[in-house]
């Protein structure tokens, strides 16, 4: 079955939201918009819904999908956490797993969140063998180093290397940067700058430290910027100048970086960060721009230009939320039971047990489960998965971002 569609739901085009309307899918691709005029084999019907491009986590870090979070700040920088990460009974405990299964329940925990796309960052060496298996899609082509700092961990080639093939392949160059206090760390856009990696494919991950001035380059060299509210009050107990950044016009996107720092999953972090702009601007951070946070600028950031909209051509990654409140409304408020149906490349992968004729028709191997107190369908065997890591650390373990209900042993 190649074409099939959605009917009845309100959806999130670029520039309007289109109420009770269909969109065809053909293959891994939006066909068309409106109109349904010959009969589908698979009509997924999605009144009180909202239909939305697939959400786009742009900051992770798969491998370190684990819980409860760890630290004791606020540090200086990122080192001392990473320290008191490594030292921990709880990083101990995750070590017991392999890197595959935290690879997958990492992807699970963004899928079940409407997310379609993740950027993890991290050399390519280590995500590699695990992207062809994972039920997202991940970022695979990138340039990166670890952050600007001295004390940085040695990934990728440099900077100046790093970014010319960034530039050459037109992929983003990611970086950590500015994430914390001491005297170097809040110079890094300068360091940056001085190793000519600071341009348009930059895409700059926290920037907690950036002046007024750092961010005045940043818009002028049309870099992005990935704010990590959550695990930035975590560690910090402070965040990125976020409001000057959105003044300024600067492309920002949102991560959740990994849940041993950051929320619980992009879901949360919509949430988080509506109330931090509240709590400390005393205004408001609408709706709408949250939800381009997490669509239109992390496609634009990570190049993807065939991603982040519901566009004839584009490629079908799409997300049915239950309707509450508004189109933009239904989206940020949304909790795990809201999430209705992702489809990434027009392959249905996680949804309500009231879609499961998609999963059917595509001949997709998936299992039904109980999620959030509602029954789901999920591709491949997230009850195996969970059971695997319970083994492996010898008690039922279980994750608030996953809250599916499995027996163990
Ligand atoms: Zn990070």
């Known amino acids: 079955?190649?074409?099939?569609?959605?009917?009845?739901?309100?959806?999130?085009?670029?520039?309007?939201?289109?109420?009770?309307?269909?969109?065809?899918?053909?293959?891994?691709?939006?066909?068309?918009?409106?109109?349904?005029?010959?009969?589908?084999?698979?009509?997924?019907?999605?009144?009180?819904?909202?239909?939305?491009?697939?959400?786009?986590?742009?900051?992770?870090?798969?491998?370190?999908?684990?819980?409860?979070?760890?630290?004791?700040?606020?540090?200086?920088?990122?080192?001392?956490?990473?320290?008191?990460?490594?030292?921990?009974?709880?990083?101990?405990?995750?070590?017991?797993?392999?890197?595959?299964?935290?690879?997958?329940?990492?992807?699970?925990?963004?899928?079940?969140?409407?997310?379609?796309?993740?950027?993890?960052?991290?050399?390519?060496?280590?995500?590699?063998?695990?992207?062809?298996?994972?039920?997202?899609?991940?970022?695979?082509?990138?340039?990166?180093?670890?952050?600007?700092?001295?004390?940085?961990?040695?990934?990728?080639?440099?900077?100046?290397?790093?970014?010319?093939?960034?530039v050459k392949n037109d992929i983003p160059f990611i970086t950590h940067i500015a994430e914390g206090f001491d005297a170097e760390t809040v110079n890094d856009l300068k360091v940056l700058e001085r190793h000519n990696g600071l341009g348009e494919h930059s895409v700059l991950v926290h920037g907690i430290a950036f002046s007024e001035e750092d961010i005045d380059k940043i818009k002028k060299k049309n870099a992005s910027v990935v704010w990590c509210g959550d695990s930035n009050v975590f560690m910090f107990n402070k965040t990125a100048n976020i409001r000057y950044m959105l003044e300024k016009g600067v492309n920002v996107c949102i991560g959740t970086d990994s849940p041993m720092s950051g929320g619980l999953n992009l879901l949360y972090e919509m949430k988080f960060d509506k109330a931090y702009y509240q709590r400390t601007y005393g205004k408001e951070l609408s709706d709408e721009q949250i939800v381009k946070m997490v669509t239109i600028n992390p496609a634009k950031a990570f190049r993807m230009y065939r991603h982040g909209r519901i566009k004839p051509g584009f490629i079908a990654d799409l997300v049915i939320f239950a309707r509450k409140g508004n189109a933009y409304n239904s989206i940020v408020q949304a909790e795990l039971k809201d999430v209705k149906l992702v489809v990434i490349a027009g392959k249905a992968m996680y949804g309500d047990v009231e879609y499961e004729e998609i999963f059917f028709a595509q001949k997709s191997q998936y299992q039904k489960v109980v999620l959030d107190g509602k029954e789901k369908v999920v591709i491949g065997d997230l009850i195996g998965l969970l059971r695997r890591i319970s083994k492996a650390v010898g008690f039922k373990k279980e994750f608030p971002f996953m809250p599916v209900e499995f027996k163990y042993p």
């Open 1 to 166: 079955m190649k074409k099939w569609c959605i009917v009845g739901a309100d959806v999130l085009t670029p520039e309007e939201v289109l109420q009770k309307t269909s969109v065809v899918v053909m293959g891994d691709k939006i066909e068309r918009i409106g109109h349904v005029e010959q009969k589908l084999p698979v009509v997924i019907d999605a009144k009180n819904s909202v239909l939305s491009p697939g959400l786009i986590n742009a900051h992770d870090h798969l491998l370190g999908t684990y819980y409860p979070k760890v630290g004791n700040g606020p540090y200086e920088n990122w080192l001392p956490w990473d320290n008191d990460l490594k030292s921990s009974p709880v990083y101990r405990e995750r070590q017991q797993i392999e890197n595959r299964d935290l690879y997958l329940l990492g992807a699970y925990r963004n899928l079940v969140s409407g997310v379609t796309t993740v950027s993890d960052h991290i050399p390519h060496f280590v995500n590699d063998p695990f992207l062809d298996i994972l039920p997202v899609r991940v970022i695979r082509d990138y340039a990166l180093v670890h952050s600007i700092a001295s004390f940085a961990l040695n990934w990728g080639d440099g900077i100046e290397e790093e970014y010319k093939k960034a």
